[in-house]
């Protein structure tokens, strides 16, 4: 059974009279406990395709089920707590809340859920110490550098046990070598906290990792390929 | 960490607006308790002047309010020592007073008729000892020295008048009085009118011999009033001392004696009367109390005479128009003030929002609803609010001190006497208080479209700001 359903999703933008239209009859399904990711050239759809699985934005047609449940019923504040509790974001530019240490930034979501102290304190510590920043916890974001930044993006998203990880291009900000290990620990965290990453990405190297892979093209999927598949071109 | 932390901290990332904003709003909180400060001082400055010269209640005949100022003496309050001592004596209003004592007055014509000069005057009978008690009041901890009665332990014909009464009956030179030319521009102006052998007449009429006063013997003054029966009677009087009365109309008319010789001249050998029983309290915040006992006593012991009780503010409405225009300013400044601290703060927080636009969508991405958004902004103002009314009141305290301390002094309108420039901050609860909240509630209400409009943006839109 599929974690993530997309179906016949379009989106359009209308920016000053024209009209752009970001995706056409997008179809996708992702499987729960797997690595997907979101390949294209630039201006693709790609983040377009993540906003609106990640219920940060609505499709002007199609529906998209997570988990079982349709986001495009839901009003904005039980979105806002759909995405607390099932959904991560790792952005590009990291995000982290700069007033913040290492610490609060993964804490926060916790908070948000009203988590118990113990447990959340529990929670953060296992988290940071999987992505190896333990000896940083009390840092700010601006005294660390960008692959540590993304080391805080992924504890946080993954803070509060969703069951579905986003990332949108979250190498793109990095240097290869850097870019390699987040991929390596995205891998790991997904695998060690059994959660399922959907990212975008047009790194070659990223869409080896990939379990799943899904290309982009003008708005419109044209490429569909499985761990167990040998590629099917739509 | 929570939102009241987080609203913290982000006011402290950009410590040089947050600091420019708490410093207009500190500003402002300074303005405000300053004046008002200033304001108090005035006012009680006032009640003071009033409750020590006339006290807080009078005890009058029902219709000398309205009707007495034609002629006072038809509204006496005969066999007024009984009155009296009812009310001293009485158990509820006693341990309220501090002085009962009672006061004649009445209006008549003042003459210097050595230099043919008349002119009418309002007369006041008291008994001085009463009075010098009633100047030691100050419920509100003036640095003043009491005032003593200027006809205290002078004879029973002695008088003191207004510097104005002075000047028209020619009397400032015995008097000592300055600033007090002769009258020569009526010659002068009719010279003018009439024919040259007329006016030549006229001025020779009017050269002025030296006036009593002229020399250094006592100044007297002739007081001719209507006895209780309507037959004209004079009193001779030794002035002893002309007094400025603060307000010239008043200074233009008064003359002030003991209540023995008042009464003598308007009730002769017949029983004397007074027109009004003034009683001064411990405090002003006495009177509701003792206005109930006192219509209470009006209604039984004392239901045969026809008196009313007044409370000094129906008494002198000037003080209550004082009020009310002190009250207008201040509320008028309070807006202005308010209106800037709003806009300031209003600007601040707009800033903000433009440049956390990105951080906005990620607490919204995450999973923070817009009432949450909503509330961090309108934190992060309420702080604002909070520290700026903190500071103002610590600023403006500071600065009361340092200008009660400076030895500055004034001349309060309708008053003589200057006395030293006092801000009223200390001690002001309500006046602090009141400001502190309402530079709060300005700064939340300028917080809460800027919030308003960050909790409304869409999620999508705000991680694409650049």
New interface residues.
């Given amino acids: 059974m599929q974690l993530l359903s997309v179906k016949d999703v379009s989106k359009t933008y209308h920016l000053d009279r024209v009209e752009v239209s970001a995706l056409s009859d997008v179809n996708l399904e992702v499987y729960p406990l797997r690595f997907t990711v979101l390949s294209g050239a630039s201006g693709s759809g790609k983040t377009t395709l993540l906003n609106l699985i990640g219920g940060l934005d609505r499709p002007d047609r199609g529906e998209i089920i997570l988990n079982g449940m349709p986001l495009g019923g839901l009003s904005d504040d039980a979105r806002s707590d759909f995405r607390l509790r099932h959904i991560g974001f790792v952005f590009q530019n990291f995000n982290l809340l700069p007033v913040l240490n290492a610490y609060e930034n993964v804490e926060y979501p916790l908070r948000l859920t009203g988590t118990r102290p113990a447990a959340r304190a529990k929670r953060v510590r296992d988290l940071l110490e999987a992505v190896g920043l333990t000896p940083h916890a009390r840092h700010l974001p601006g005294q660390l550098s960008g692959g540590q930044r993304q080391r805080v993006a992924i504890a946080r998203a993954l803070a509060t046990a969703p069951q579905l990880v986003l990332a949108d291009e979250p190498t793109a900000n990095l240097d290869s070598q850097t870019g390699d290990s987040i991929i390596a620990l995205m891998r790991h965290m997904q695998r060690e906290f059994k959660t399922s990453f959907v990212f975008s990405s047009h790194d070659p190297k990223v869409l080896a990792e990939a379990d799943d892979s899904a290309i982009l093209r003008d708005g419109r999927i044209i490429s569909i390929t499985r761990q167990t598949d040998a590629g099917v071109a739509l | 960490?929570?939102t009241w932390s987080?609203a913290l901290?982000?006011l402290?990332?950009n410590r040089r607006r947050s600091f420019a904003t708490l410093l207009a709003m500190m500003i402002g909180g300074v303005c405000i308790l300053l004046f008002g400060g200033y304001v108090q001082n005035i006012i009680f400055g006032m009640q003071t002047g009033y409750v020590r010269g006339g006290g807080h209640l009078q005890l009058q005949h029902r219709d000398y309010f309205l009707y007495g100022s034609g002629d006072p003496a038809a509204y006496g309050i005969a066999d007024y020592q009984q009155v009296i001592d009812l009310v001293k004596h009485d158990p509820v209003l006693a341990p309220m007073l501090t002085v009962v004592t009672p006061t004649l007055q009445f209006g008549g014509i003042g003459g210097n008729f050595e230099v043919g000069a008349s002119r009418t005057v309002m007369a006041s009978g008291e008994v001085m000892e009463d009075q010098n008690a009633m100047q030691t009041w100050n419920d509100y901890g003036f640095p003043d020295k009491p005032e003593v009665m200027s006809l205290t332990g002078t004879s029973a014909d002695s008088a003191i008048i207004g510097t104005g009464v002075a000047r028209v009956l020619q009397l400032c030179a015995p008097l000592k009085v300055a600033d007090c030319p002769a009258p020569q521009a009526k010659a002068q102006t009719e010279g003018a009118l009439l024919p040259h052998d007329v006016s030549l007449l006229a001025a020779g009429d009017a050269t002025p011999e030296p006036a009593s006063g002229g020399n250094s013997a006592a100044a007297e003054l002739e007081l001719l009033a209507a006895t209780i029966s309507g037959a004209p009677n004079v009193a001779r009087l030794k002035v002893i001392k002309a007094e400025s009365q603060g307000v010239k109309e008043f200074d233009d008319v008064y003359v002030g004696m003991h209540l023995r010789q008042a009464q003598r001249l308007l009730y002769g050998a017949g029983a004397p009367e007074v027109t009004s029983i003034v009683l001064q309290l411990h405090h002003t915040r006495q009177i509701p109390l003792a206005t109930a006992r006192l219509k209470e006593l009006l209604a039984t012991s004392l239901r045969d005479r026809p008196l009313a009780v007044y409370d000094f503010r129906t008494l002198n409405p000037y003080y209550g128009q004082t009020i009310g225009l002190f009250n207008a300013i201040f509320g008028f400044i309070s807006i202005l003030i308010g209106g800037i601290v709003l806009f300031t703060v209003s600007n601040t927080m707009n800033a903000a929002v433009v440049e956390r636009t990105?951080?906005i969508?990620?607490?919204?991405?995450?999973?923070?609803?817009?009432?949450?958004v909503r509330t961090l902004f309108v934190s992060e103002g309420l702080l604002l609010g909070a520290l700026g009314a903190i500071a103002g009141v610590v600023v403006a305290l500071i600065l009361a001190t340092v200008i009660n301390h400076s030895g500055l002094t004034w001349t309060p309108p309708g008053r003589v006497n200057p006395i030293g420039l006092h801000v009223r901050v200390w001690g002001e609860t309500q006046l602090l208080i009141g400001t502190a909240i309402a530079l709060t509630l300005v700064a939340v209400l300028s917080a809460w479209w800027p919030a308003r409009r960050a909790a409304r943006l869409?999620?999508?839109e705000a991680?694409r700001h650049v």
Avoid: H, P, Y
């Avoid at chain 2, 969508?361 to 949450?372: C, F, K, S, V």
């Fill in positions: 960490m929570n987080l901290r982000n402290l990332r990105v951080e969508g990620t607490l919204r991405a995450i999973g923070l609803r817009r009432a949450g869409e999620v999508v991680l």
